[in-house]
């Protein structure tokens, strides 16, 4: 079969670190054959979520925007991945909006009681988060990390099958190209959730 992946670029700044990092695991999946979609939030709109909780009636968000198409396409990828930069300790703008809006599975998986994904890929599906951060500290990431899961599981993926990249010490454009690991980093990353996806998803999990 053939694999689906599709790879969120989240900065409000284009092909700055973040960015960088994602073309790399990008790059690595299709020298494996692997056809990516990538998406670039800065070219689509999502507006913040109003928190009217109109989604636990309707089974959909009131507001029509580029979510309409993007949503459909999240729950239809093998494997989602999102990048986003740390931005005062957490989450850019761009990316807090659209795990935001992500509201609406989490209406219909919890309060509504519907499925996210067809039963049959329940558990199948793999994420990945990519992130950078100018600071160095050691827990400039841990705000990041909790929304991000919520993201993945309102979706139905667990937490075993969410990967992260986090690469902190990397602020001005270009930084990431001069750090000594993120290259081969993102290579094995890429290979490795290549060959996990065939042998769950050719294999019959």
């Given amino acids: 079969m053939a694999l689906h992946v599709l790879a969120i670029a989240g ?29 670039a939030l800065t070219d689509v709109t999502v507006n913040p979520c109003k928190g009217c909780n109109a989604c636990e009636r309707l089974n959909k968000c009131v507001q ?60 199948k599906r793999f994420g990945v988060f990519l992130s950078t951060a100018g600071q160095k500290w050691d827990h400039v990431f841990d705000a990041a990390i909790p929304s991000v899961k919520c993201f993945y599981h309102v979706m139905e993926i667990r937490d075993a099958d969410i990967a992260f990249l986090m690469i902190n010490g990397v602020d001005l454009r270009g930084e990431l190209e001069k750090h000594p690991t993120a290259s081969a980093d993102a290579l094995a990353l890429g290979k490795e959730l290549v060959k996990k996806m065939h042998e769950r998803f050719e294999d019959g999990y």
């Fill in 64 to 123: 029509r925007d580029d979510l309409d198409w993007l949503g459909p396409k999240i729950l239809d990828a093998d494997c989602v991945i999102l990048s986003s930069p740390i931005y005062c300790m957490g989450i850019c703008a761009p990316v807090k909006a659209l795990i935001d809006r992500a509201q609406v599975f989490r209406s219909r998986k919890y309060v509504l009681k519907l499925p996210v994904v067809p039963p049959e890929r329940k558990g």
């Fill in 11 to 39: 900065s409000p700044r284009r092909h700055g670190n973040s960015e960088t990092l994602l073309d790399r695991v990008i790059a690595a999946i299709q020298e494996e054959g692997v056809e990516v979609e990538k998406i």
